[in-house]
Each structure stands twice: as structure tokens, then as C-alpha cells.
């Protein structure tokens, strides 16, 4: 069995993402993978990742309209959320037990195969709108090779749209939202090039939450011959938004809509630029490489205060990402194939924290928290040899080598220079296997194991004493499971996997604090049921597990901080006529501790509804959508006291019933 017909195998037993196909097609609810597969899953993760990766399509993508780009994420298994709510800050994601609110950095984000992490490991996705996204692929996991730093467990790519056609599409929604995206995809001879401008305004949920946003993207790609493409891709975005603060308990709970009183001087403004440049190539009938160059800046400033015994902080970060990516691959013949990879990315970082006085920088010496400037380079190449020697086994076995440098400078507001070295991690080895096993046409098992590493970030990278006195953390997880097709009309995923650190540090009130040796485990189970061609009924839920397993804090045996309990989706999708598709989402968090001493209970726990109407006009697309459908109360939780004072708790509840409406014009 040639590598390449392992992909119809993963496509028919993976886990459910649902789509729905236009009316003209006999009016028919189809499965989602049908619909995934057509340009929109790359070969390289459907032949060689075993364990949990899934797809959101367009098709899905496209009817939300939200304030968060990584609110796009509440679809997919085993995703769980920290939504602080705070302006430029608004949302992170996590996966696999690590904390969402960013404290243990750990998925690599890339965007059109391009690194899109900030220098701390956050994922900065609100420079894309949904209406520009083709599809969005999370793999949990540290078996993929492909990526070292941040790949700590797993991964998120996500592909913006190049197909042929014109639209656009306006919004008005709840709290004086207003939305207009609009994309145009043509194809002239041997070029292709599309163009996306998307701009949203809204008066948020909470007082003092206004948000506005805007993106702006081309992408021209020509076929230079038969063999070769040569393709630029451009975007430029920015955020600019209020933020209502936290409040006590109680308040926040009766009233949730309400702002900080604190809060009324928060808020801030980013804005990214992307600039890539994409060449590919088949060197021969068996030899295919593909080179990417890029540069990103990143540009952050924000306004913050805590609490009203807090003052307001004045923080901005200046980034520069560059780096190129070449891959080459060698199908060596029907059962043998071989990959190798390098990647460099070269980071210039602007990181500043001031006191301030009448809402401007103060200068003397005890106001500066933080005036960094520095550079972190990472380089790193993996090789990786792809086996299928029968119809019942694959495999495929990588060693992947990173390597961090740069340096460190720090002034005060005197003007007095500090410079530090960078810790010598020295070259960091990250063994990785993944394995098929199809014992029949209908089920699929398969195993992973992989090593992956956390680095230290910012200055904490740095130092100016022994250069050996730290190392990074490092992971090893695996993951058994099944993928079944257990009818033609249902499948089935169930795995179970275990990820372990040792030295493993989190990041409290930006400090990092080592944890010692820690271990997550958990279960994740995806169904997808086609009821009959017109209902589609998908569902996941993952149950996860953490604990520290050595501590010099006396944690040993406590949970850690942000994992919740369990987290699932399910969805149920129903043709009501050929013109009229309505979709149901229920998607649920459970609790967590907020701190690693485990005081003071948990938090965290929801369970939304969402609600949303497709009508097919010939022309276009008319979209009603309501989420939080029965307004229940949710909120972001954080400890901000110390490790050695009571609980204090500060909380940021989330957004009540919403609704919109919007038309969709093809053209």
C-alpha cells in the first residue's frame, strides 16, 4: 500500500467536524470529512500524524462572527479556553493539560505554514477574520517533528482562502456590533490571486469594552511550469480596544456587564504585519521541495490596572519575527519515503514596562519594571523515514535537533546598561514515532510517541552567571487509540495519552516558578453520526488529568493551575428544507484549581448553547445566529494573590446572549 492512501483511511475514520454541502446537491447533510478533504488537509498530516488531529472547514468557519479570532476554536476536541476579556488581551486557547491562560506556552500557531507565535509563546490570531480562513487544523500531540519551539503539545495551522470567487458579506449584531468582510479569488492563466479587507466594530458585552479591528491580505501565486510555483503572501491588521478589568466575586456575578471602576484608563492597540514568499518545486518524479521565507512584526502597547490598590502600567512590545522553512521529500519508491526539514527564526524583541503619571510614562528609576531589548534566534532540522511495508502497517520515525541563541540587554531609566548571555541548552534531541495498524478496512489503531521541549522566554532566558545552571523542560508523551468506521454512516475516534515533564516551569504574575516533574493524562472520544441525509449529529469529549509529581513548594501530588476537568462539544446539524440548514452547538468547560496549592476550589465551569440559521438565497447567504442562547453566566477566573496569602480571586465574566444577522452577496 503506497503512503499516500493512508490519508482516505484517516479521512474516513477521523473525528467529527461538521459541514454541510450547498443546496444544489440533492439537498443533502454530508459528512464533514467529504467536504475537508477537498483542498484543504495537507498530505503531510493525514499520512503521517497518528493520534488526534482534526479539521474545521470553511463551510463552518464562515457563519461566526465574533470579536476573538480564537473563538473559532470552540468546535474542535479536546480545545479549552481562558477568556479574560481585556481589550488586546482578550482570549487564549490549550490543549493536551496545558494551561490556557499562557503561563505554560505550548502549541505552535502557524498561519499559511508561517510561524505566527509571539516571543512568548502567545498565539496572535485576531489579524485573520472567519471569512478568510479556508480551514483550521489543531494536531495534540509531540509526535509531529515538523516544529520545535512552542511544539511543546501539538500544533494549529491554519490555511486563508485562495479559491476562485468574489463576496462580501455584512454583520450587524448585539451590542451595536457592525461587520463587513469581503473576498475576491481570481485565476489569470498561470496566476492566482485573491484578495481579503475585513473590519469590525462592536460596543462589547462588559462597559468599557469596545473593540475595533481590521485586516487587510493578498496572496499571488504564479505557476512558473508545470513543476513550480513561486507565491507571495501580504497582510496587514490591527486591534484597538477598551478593557473592562476584573471584579470581585460577587460584584461580577450580579453585575456582569459592569466595568472596573478602576479600569476606565484600560485598554490598548496592536497591529501585525506578515510579508512571506512560498516556492515549490518537484525536483524529479520522486523529489519535491518546498522553501518559505517570511517576516512578521509584531507591534503591542497597553494600558493596565489590576486592582484599585494597583496603578496603572504603561507596557509595550515591539517585534520582529524573519526566518525561512525548506522541506524536501523523497519518495524513495511505493513503500519507502524520506522527509528532511530545516527551519531558522531570528526574533528582534522591544519589551517595556513603565509606571505612569497622568496617563503618561513615568521616568525615574523605580517606575521601570521592565526595559528589555534583545534577540533569540532558534535553529533546528529534522529527518524522518516513512515505512509502509504491507497493506496493515505504517510507520514513520523522526529525530529532530533545536538549537537557541541570542543576547540580552536592559537599561534603567537611568540609562545604566545590563547585558546578559543566553543559557547554553545546547543541542536539544527530540526522538519521534508514529504507527498505523488497519486490521481491517473499516478500523484503524495507532500509536505516538514523541519528545518535545519548553524553553525559557524573555529574560528569563538569559543570564549573567553560569550559562549551564539551566536547562529546558523536557516532555515525552504517547497516545493509543482507535479510529473506527463502524457503520458507512457512523465513526468513531477513542484514544488515550500521557505527556510527562520534568523541570517544567509556569509563568505567575510573570514570574516563572519551577513546578518539578509533572504528568498529564487524559481521554479524548469523537463520534460522528449521519443520522439519516438530512441530520448529522457530532460529538467529543476529553477528560484530563494533571498532576505535580515532585515539588520543593509542597505541591507534590496537587493539580495544576487552569486545567479543566473535562471539555467537550457536541453539534447537532439538520437540512430543514434545501435552502434552510439551522445548527445546534453545545459546547462545556469543567472547572479548575487557579493556583498550584489548589485553595479555594475550583473554577471555570460552563456550558453554552449556540444557535445558528443558514438560508440559501441563489444569490447569497443569509445567516441568524444566537450564542449563549439561555444567557448563562461564565467568567474568566485569576489568583491574584501570592503562594503564601489567602485566595484572591479577581474575575472577568464572559459574554451574555448575543445574537446576529448577516448577508452574504456572491458576485
Given at each position: 500500500m503506497k503512503l499516500r492512501t493512508l490519508s482516505a483511511i484517516m479521512i474516513t475514520a477521523s473525528s467529527a467536524i461538521p459541514a454541510v454541502v450547498n443546496a444544489d446537491d440533492d439537498a443533502v447533510l454530508r459528512s464533514p470529512d467529504t467536504i475537508l478533504v477537498i483542498g484543504s488537509r495537507p498530505d503531510y498530516a493525514t499520512t503521517h500524524l497518528a493520534g488526534s488531529h482534526d479539521v474545521i472547514s470553511r463551510e463552518e468557519l464562515a457563519q461566526l462572527h465574533i470579536d476573538n479570532t480564537m473563538e473559532l476554536f470552540t468546535k474542535v476536541p479536546g480545545v479549552y479556553f481562558a477568556r479574560y476579556n481585556q481589550g488586546i488581551i482578550n482570549t487564549d486557547i490549550g490543549i493536551r493539560g496545558f494551561a490556557a491562560e499562557g503561563s505554560t506556552p505550548h502549541a505552535k500557531l502557524l498561519i499559511d505554514g508561517i510561524p505566527a507565535n509571539l516571543?512568548?509563546?502567545?498565539?496572535?490570531?485576531?489579524?485573520?477574520?472567519?471569512?478568510?480562513?479556508?480551514?483550521?487544523?489543531?494536531?495534540?500531540?509531540?509526535?509531529?517533528?515538523?516544529?520545535?519551539?512552542?511544539?511543546?503539545?501539538?500544533?494549529?495551522?491554519?490555511?486563508?482562502?485562495?479559491?476562485?470567487?468574489?463576496?462580501?458579506?455584512?454583520?450587524?449584531?448585539?451590542?451595536?456590533?457592525?461587520?463587513?468582510?469581503?473576498?475576491?479569488?481570481?485565476?489569470?492563466?498561470?496566476?492566482?490571486?485573491?484578495?481579503?479587507?475585513?473590519?469590525?466594530?462592536?460596543?462589547?458585552?462588559?462597559?468599557?469594552?469596545?473593540?475595533?479591528?481590521?485586516?487587510?491580505?493578498?496572496?499571488?501565486?504564479?505557476?512558473?511550469?508545470?513543476?513550480?510555483?513561486?507565491?507571495?503572501?501580504?497582510?496587514?491588521?490591527?486591534?484597538?480596544?477598551?478593557?473592562?478589568?476584573?471584579?470581585?466575586?460577587?460584584?461580577?456575578?450580579?453585575?456582569?456587564?459592569?466595568?472596573?471602576?478602576?479600569?476606565?484608563?484600560d485598554g490598548g492597540d496592536k497591529s501585525q504585519q506578515s510579508y512571506s514568499l512560498h516556492f515549490d518545486t518537484a525536483l524529479s518524479d520522486q523529489l519535491d521541495w518546498s522553501v518559505k521565507a517570511y517576516y512578521n512584526t509584531y507591534e503591542r502597547e497597553r494600558w493596565v490596572r489590576f486592582s484599585e490598590a494597583g496603578s496603572l502600567q504603561n507596557r509595550y512590545d515591539d517585534q520582529l519575527h524573519k526566518g525561512f522553512i525548506s522541506t524536501l521529500v523523497w519518495d524513495i519508491n511505493d513503500q519507502w519515503a524520506m522527509t528532511w526539514g530545516v527551519d531558522m527564526d531570528y526574533q528582534n524583541v522591544v519589551e517595556q514596562r513603565f509606571g505612569t503619571i497622568d496617563n503618561r510614562r513615568a521616568r525615574d528609576t523605580s517606575a521601570v519594571s521592565r526595559n528589555f531589548r534583545y534577540n533569540f534566534n532558534t535553529k533546528g532540522s529534522y529527518l524522518q523515514l516513512s515505512h509502509s511495508p504491507n497493506q496493515y502497517i505504517d510507520w514513520n520515525a523522526a529525530v529532530r535537533v533545536d538549537r537557541l541563541n541570542g543576547s540580552f540587554n536592559q537599561r534603567d531609566a537611568a540609562g545604566v546598561k545590563t547585558s546578559r548571555s543566553i543559557y547554553d541548552f545546547g543541542s536539544i534531541v527530540q526522538p519521534k514515532l508514529n504507527l498505523f495498524v488497519h486490521p481491517t478496512d473499516t478500523v484503524t489503531l495507532f500509536a505516538n510517541y514523541g519528545r518535545s521541549f519548553q524553553h525559557p522566554f524573555g529574560a528569563d532566558a538569559y543570564t549573567t552567571g553560569d550559562r549551564n545552571a539551566r536547562d529546558v523542560s523536557i516532555n515525552d508523551g504517547w497516545e493509543l487509540g482507535v479510529m473506527w468506521a463502524m457503520t458507512a454512516d457512523v465513526d468513531l475516534r477513542v484514544s488515550y495519552w500521557q505527556q510527562a515533564a520534568k523541570d517544567e516551569f509556569v509563568v505567575v504574575d510573570g514570574t516563572p516558578r519551577n513546578v518539578g516533574k509533572t504528568l498529564r493524562k487524559g481521554t479524548d472520544v469523537g463520534v460522528n453520526w449521519q443520522i439519516n441525509p438530512a441530520l448529522l449529529l457530532w460529538g467529543n469529549m476529553s477528560f484530563i488529568d494533571s498532576e505535580i509529581r515532585t515539588s520543593a513548594d509542597g505541591n507534590k501530588g496537587n493539580s495544576l493551575r487552569s486545567i479543566p476537568d473535562y471539555v467537550g462539544s457536541m453539534g447537532l446539524n439538520y437540512l430543514v428544507t434545501p435552502k434552510l440548514?439551522?445548527?445546534?452547538?453545545?459546547?462545556?468547560?469543567?472547572?479548575?484549581?487557579?493556583?498550584?496549592?489548589?485553595?479555594?476550589?475550583?473554577?471555570?465551569?460552563?456550558?453554552?448553547?449556540?444557535?445558528?440559521?443558514?438560508?440559501?438565497?441563489?444569490?447569497?447567504?443569509?445567516?441568524?445566529?444566537?450564542?449563549?442562547?439561555?444567557?448563562?453566566?461564565?467568567?474568566?477566573?485569576?489568583?491574584f494573590g501570592d503562594s503564601g496569602s489567602p485566595v484572591d480571586t479577581i474575575h472577568s465574566p464572559g459574554d451574555g446572549i448575543n445574537a446576529s444577522v448577516s448577508v452574504l452577496y456572491r458576485f
Open positions: 516571543h512568548n509563546g502567545y498565539s496572535e490570531m485576531d489579524q485573520l477574520f472567519p471569512q478568510n480562513i479556508d480551514s483550521v487544523q489543531v494536531f495534540k500531540g509531540n509526535s509531529d517533528p515538523r516544529y520545535g519551539a512552542f511544539n511543546v503539545a501539538g500544533n494549529y495551522n491554519i490555511t486563508t482562502r485562495s479559491d476562485v470567487g468574489r463576496m462580501v458579506e455584512a454583520t450587524v449584531g448585539s451590542f451595536n456590533a457592525r461587520e463587513l468582510q469581503a473576498y475576491w479569488g481570481e485565476q489569470s492563466g498561470a496566476l492566482q490571486h485573491s484578495y481579503f479587507a475585513g473590519y469590525r466594530k462592536s460596543g462589547g458585552y462588559r462597559d468599557n469594552f469596545d473593540v475595533e479591528k481590521y485586516s487587510v491580505s493578498g496572496r499571488w501565486f504564479y505557476d512558473l511550469s508545470d513543476l513550480t510555483t513561486l507565491g507571495f503572501i501580504a497582510r496587514v491588521a490591527g486591534y484597538d480596544a477598551d478593557a473592562p478589568g476584573y471584579l470581585p466575586r460577587d460584584e461580577a456575578r450580579r453585575h456582569p456587564r459592569r466595568s472596573a471602576a478602576y479600569a476606565r484608563q440548514t439551522s445548527r445546534l452547538h453545545v459546547h462545556t468547560q469543567g472547572g479548575s484549581y487557579v493556583n498550584e496549592q489548589n485553595r479555594g476550589g475550583k473554577f471555570g465551569q460552563y456550558t453554552l448553547v449556540d444557535l445558528s440559521l443558514d438560508y440559501d438565497t441563489g444569490w447569497g447567504n443569509i445567516n441568524f445566529q444566537v450564542n449563549n442562547l439561555f444567557n448563562r453566566y461564565y467568567e474568566y477566573v485569576y489568583d
